[in-house]
């Protein structure tokens, strides 16, 4: 099976970067620089997401604008540790 070169290419960039992905998944973030970096990848992959409805989606952007509204106010620790608490995630601190 012939391969063209653009193919290759394609293919060991996706691969890079779904690598790349994993690697930075396993290090939460620990600055903002970071944390926008991390908003950059979830933006990329935000279109690729299935199953979302209108509702979900409304509800998603009021939860991330809160959260980061909270935090540019002040400490939203409380309130964001409350809500992955709801949401069954694991916070270890």
Request: charged share 35%.
């Amino acid at each position: 099976m012939k391969i063209s070169k653009e193919k290759l290419q394609k293919i060991i960039k996706e691969e890079l970067e779904k690598a790349q992905q994993e690697q930075e998944q396993e290090a939460p973030p620990e600055s903002k620089q970071q944390m926008a970096k991390k908003f950059k990848q979830l933006y990329a992959l935000f279109p690729k997401v299935s199953g979302l409805d209108k509702t979900e989606i409304l509800l998603l952007d009021k939860l991330l604008t809160s959260a980061i509204k909270l935090s540019s106010e002040g400490s939203a620790k409380v309130g964001l540790l409350k809500a992955l608490k709801m949401l069954g995630v694991d916070v270890d601190e």
